[in-house]
């Protein structure tokens, strides 16, 4: 019996670690439920726009999207910027209609906002106010092809 004990306990010990270890990851992944390294509060799925949205906070948001998003997700929006990442187009397509429903303009918001390291997506936080930010989420949503 003291046998199997000298050969189970490293592997209990092991699977607690393990156990710990995979606790420790969960409890600091990004909030929202996004994952994939974005920082969105769990409140981002209902947060609305606090702007009237217009045809000027549209044209507004597409000329800053023009300035700061186009390099990478292309001129309408569907990943083909000269400074996207190939390998990950399809995600930086903002045009496709089934991400709709799982991207509501809170997400976006703090998807521009926050950013993230991988695939990289600058923080836009530090050079554009809430208000531009918002503009760019009412035109973002103008390149979604409807369901």
Known sequence: ???????????????????????????????GGRGGGWNIPPTATTEKTPLTVTDAVIASGKKLFGG???????????GDGPDGDPE???????????????????VVFYKIWNGRATPKMPVFSEELSKEQVWAIVAYVQTLRAKP
């Open 1 to 31: 019996m003291r046998r199997m004990w000298v050969f189970l306990a490293p592997v209990a010990v092991w699977l607690f670690a393990l156990a710990v270890s995979a606790h420790a990851s969960t409890a600091s992944a990004p909030q």
């Open 68 to 78: 700061k998003c186009q390099r990478c997700h292309g001129e309408l929006g569907k």
């Open 88 to 106: 990950h187009r399809e995600d930086m397509n903002l045009t496709l209609a089934a991400r709709a429903a799982r991207n509501p303009d809170g």
